[in-house]
T-cell receptor, first 117, second 113 residues
Framework: EAGVVQSPRYKIIEKKQPVAFWCNPI?????LYWYRQNLGQGPELLIR????????DSQLPKDRFSAERLKGVDSTLKIQPAELGDSAVYLC???????????????FGPGTRLLVL | SQELEQSPQSLIVQEGKNLTINCTSS?????LYWYKQKYGEGLIFLMM?????EEKSHEKITAKLDEKKQQSSLHITASQPSHAGIYLC?????????????FGQGTTLQVKP
């Protein structure tokens, strides 16, 4: 079974330029997450989707970041314009929430490493 | 301050030695996850613990959850170079079984052959 797929793996851009990341979750997973991981830190949630609905975007800097998950499968995360401080690894994760009392496990993609110059 | 504190931040051990990594929460734990990350790669799921006193093992890695202390430990027996990487603990916030995970800052493990 294929894992979470992300592209591109690496991206170098100049500040003020736009950039977009793409994520294809594990087949059948209804919940999708975007995290940002700064160097030497753990990932921090940016946005969480349940199917097509963004149910938690409280940590997403909405002035420059946007995300969408059309048809409840693939998702894109966009930054426009990028700033130097946006340099980080952007991780996508997916899970299957069944409503059961046990928590679901999030499976992560390889990430996109962004460098803003 | 960090909601999840991992210790130590880094660790260098000789191959064959045992080691323990700790993860302590400042809030009530509703689920504790351990992941491993290699530089430039994503997080690989290791184990999930939900109940106090729960203990799980996978090959030479054992994780335990102490609900009262709001703490989890990850123990590696007879370490090998393949164990090298960054170990991250993540915890579920809120009573709901869904929702975001908050992560510790990670523990970097090096295993010397």
């Amino acid at each position: 079974e294929a894992g979470v797929v992300q592209s591109p793996r690496y991206k170098i851009i100049e500040k003020k330029q736009p950039v977009a990341f793409w994520c294809n979750p594990i087949s059948g997973h209804n919940t999708l997450y975007w995290y940002r991981q700064n160097l030497g830190q753990g990932p921090e949630l940016l946005i969480r989707y349940e199917n097509e609905e963004a149910v938690d975007d409280s940590q997403l800097p909405k002035d420059r970041f946007s995300a969408e998950r059309l048809k409840g499968v693939d998702s894109t995360l966009k930054i426009q314009p990028a700033e130097l401080g946006d340099s980080a690894v952007y991780l996508c994760a997916s899970s299957l929430y069944s409503g059961a009392s046990t928590g679901e496990t999030q499976y992560f993609g390889p990430g996109t490493r962004l460098l803003v110059l | 301050s960090q909601e999840l504190e991992q210790s130590p931040q880094s660790l260098i051990v000789q191959e064959g030695k045992n080691l323990t990594i700790n993860c302590t929460s400042s809030k009530t734990l509703y689920g504790l996850y351990w992941y491993k990350q290699k530089y430039g790669e994503g997080l690989i799921f290791l184990m999930m613990l939900q109940k106090g006193g729960e203990e799980k093992s996978h090959e030479k890695i054992t994780a335990k959850l102490d609900e009262k202390k709001q703490q989890s430990s990850l123990h590696i027996t007879a370490s090998q170079p393949s164990h090298a990487g960054i170990y991250l603990c993540g915890a579920r916030v809120g009573v709901s079984n869904t929702g975001k995970l908050i992560f510790g800052q990670g523990t970097t493990l090096q295993v010397k052959p």
